[in-house]
Structure formats: structure tokens, C-alpha cells
């Protein structure tokens, strides 16, 4: 037998919560590869084997981690821009963070048009890429199980 770190989705009947863990798993390999994974059950708790380590997950990270955090970085930027409306946002170095984030913007305005004088769309993108972020690389994200196991 070999031991390969796998990620499992655990159902705790107990506490009748979704668990995902990365844990070790006795897979017999034969030359063709893994016979059985299966699923292991117990009284309290139903354990299903969902993905081993594959080897995109790390090149993934490295590029989403960086783009999703200048994302936000921008956004940010963009909401501290429009506190302060007597900044002309089309100067050196204002435009640096205005020109990149101004397509996104423009489309979200149609959909979430500005209230009382507030324009919210650049709040919708920062909780977007925030939310992004830590769902896919946060300490419980999905990318972040995905390479542990």
C-alpha cells in the first residue's frame, strides 16, 4: 500500500456539518494505478474521498493570489479616489490606479447605478475580489485544501 494525502469531505453526524479535511488514506496502487479509494463509513461520521493533490492547483495559486490581491489594492484605491472628488483622477499618479479599474467600473454603474451622489461600484468589486480571494486562498480556502492534500 502507499499513503497519499487526499482531500476529504467529512459529514459529521454529530454536528451535522460538511467537513473538508486533508488527511492520510491507504490507497493500494497497482501498476495500472489506485483500485479502490471508496468511502469509508462509521457511525458518526461519512468519509468521501473528492480529489487527490493535482499538480495545477500550485501555478493556479501563484497567479491568483498576486492578481487577486492587486484587485483589491486597486479597488481600494479607487474607493479613497472618490472620497476626495476635487482630485483630478486623469494626473500622474492617480491615474495609475483610475485608467485599469475604470472598464469594470463603467459596466458595473449600469447595473448598481450611484445613490445620493455615492458611486458603490467600486465596494461591489473590492468585496468581490476579497470574497474571491479567501474563498479560493484563504487558511480554509479551496485551492489551499486542494494543495494539501
Request: no cysteine.
Amino acid at each position: 500500500p502507499s499513503f497519499k494525502k487526499m482531500l476529504l469531505l467529512r459529514w459529521s453526524a454529530s454536528v451535522g456539518l460538511l467537513v473538508a479535511t486533508a488527511t492520510p488514506v491507504v490507497a493500494f496502487v497497482a501498476p495500472q494505478g489506485p483500485r479502490r479509494l471508496g468511502v469509508a463509513r462509521s457511525a458518526l461520521v461519512d468519509t468521501m474521498v473528492l480529489a487527490t493533490a493535482e499538480p495545477w492547483v500550485a501555478p493556479v495559486s501563484a497567479v491568483l493570489d498576486p492578481a487577486l490581491f492587486l484587485a483589491q489594492f486597486m479597488m481600494l484605491g479607487r474607493v479613497l479616489l472618490s472620497w476626495y472628488p476635487e482630485i483630478n483622477p486623469n494626473k500622474i499618479p492617480y491615474n495609475f490606479i483610475a485608467w485599469p479599474t475604470e472598464p469594470l467600473l463603467r459596466a458595473t454603474r449600469r447595473v448598481v447605478p450611484p445613490a445620493f451622489g455615492v458611486d458603490v461600484s467600486p465596494i461591489v468589486w473590492l468585496a468581490v475580489a476579497s470574497l474571491t480571494r479567501e474563498l479560493l486562498l484563504g487558511q480554509q480556502g479551496i485551492l489551499v485544501l486542494l494543495a494539501r492534500a
